[in-house]
């Protein structure tokens, strides 16, 4: 064979495989040069939603934590329903519902003729000196709605252990919200059955959330600083 045709079939296949490297080369290269921007802009993004989680998490500690000393107060208080006739549990029931804060004489009727327990007739009189809007001041400190947001943005931002603990503080917060929403709408009330998390101390409680809100930030810096 013609040794300029060998050298043309030998030199052929080396061509296109180079060619072919250097194809896939400035391909990967695109990539990367266009994968950068995208990454910085996630990154961007995840970031934002960790901090507006994290403020938004702080914030309703602040607000629940500042009427903590009210909730504890009616939490300790409560009527016992097997001394409650059905006629008294429909006049309380009445009363919460009312738009109207709850006084000492207000409960004294829905009461009699059985007289006011001491342990409750103690408890208004100090949540009327302390605040005379203790019912409002509770209910205003519970507002979930900034937190709940935040923390579906970081569900769907990721990953997914920054995710799961999103959800544990959103858990938690959630716990608070119980326990203010049923202590302004229905105060001293006798907890039901299925409430198990009722022996829970109302502090112990933004106690757990503030560990939750710890624990994310610091989950979600080292995520971001490793990253």
């Known amino acids: 064979m013609d040794p300029a045709i060998t050298a043309a079939l030998v030199t052929t296949p080396t061509a296109v495989l180079a060619a072919a490297a250097a194809y896939a080369a400035g ?6 040069a266009h994968r950068g921007p995208v990454d910085a802009i996630r990154r961007q993004h995840q970031r934002d939603a960790y901090a507006e989680l994290t ?29 409650l006739t ?9 009363l919460c519902l009312s738009s109207n804060p709850i006084t000492k004489e207000d409960l ?17 009189k100090w949540l009327e000196e302390a605040s005379p809007t203790w ?17 579906s943005v970081v569900a769907l931002e990721g990953p997914d252990h920054l995710a799961e603990l999103a959800a544990q503080l959103r858990r938690r917060a ?6 203010w929403a049923k202590t302004a ?16 101390p109302s502090d112990e409680l933004i106690a757990r959330l503030k560990e939750a809100i710890q624990e994310f930030t610091r989950a979600a810096r080292a995520y971001l600083n490793g990253h």
């Not at 009727?109 to 006011?116: R, V």
């Not at 709408?185 to 829970?200: H, L, M, S, W, Y």
């Open 55 to 83: 403020r938004a998490a702080w914030t309703y500690l602040g607000d629940a934590g500042s009427v903590t000393h009210l909730v504890q107060v009616v939490h300790k208080a409560r009527l016992n329903n097997h001394e």
């Open 27 to 32: 391909r990967a290269q695109a990539r990367a």
């Open 135 to 151: 019912q409002q001041d509770i209910r205003e400190a519970g507002c979930l709605d900034d937190l709940a947001r935040a923390e």
């Open 174 to 179: 959630v716990a608070v919200q119980h326990r």
């Open 108 to 124: 004294a009727d829905a009461l009699a003729p059985a007289a006011l327990p001491p342990s409750i007739d103690h408890a208004m």
């Open 86 to 94: 059905q006629a008294v549990r429909y006049r309380l029931g009445a």
């Open 185 to 200: 709408i229905g105060p001293f009330q006798a907890p039901r059955r299925d409430e198990t998390d009722q022996k829970v």
